[in-house]
């Protein structure tokens, strides 16, 4: 029954954007989220710290400086 509802419900939205492209609008710009963030260890650099630490003693071959896995993380990190 799960499943059907889920189908139900996304054939709804379907029809409803496809509604909205016939009329020339351009549809939701972007889904809502339904949940919480889910990386937000990296835009703290504490953890960061933390993570680069646990990393040197788990893999010694890589490089992991603090610098280089804070450049890794991406902008978050920054």
């Known amino acids: ?3 059907n ?3 139900a419900t996304r054939h ?3 029809r409803q ?3 909205m492209r016939k009329k020339g609008e351009s549809g939701p710009s972007k889904t809502t989220p339904k ?3 889910r990386w937000g ?3 703290n650099p504490e953890a960061m710290k933390r993570l680069t630490e646990f990393v040197k003693g788990a893999v ?3 490089k992991t400086g603090g610098k280089a896995i804070l ?3 991406g902008s978050a990190a920054k």
């Open 5 to 7: 509802s889920k189908n």
């Open 41 to 43: 260890y990296r835009s």
């Open 17 to 19: 954007i496809s509604e």
């Open 35 to 37: 949940h919480g963030k």
């Open 1 to 3: 029954m799960s499943r």
């Open 71 to 73: 450049d890794r993380a």
């Open 60 to 62: 010694p071959s890589q």
């Open 12 to 14: 709804a939205q379907a």
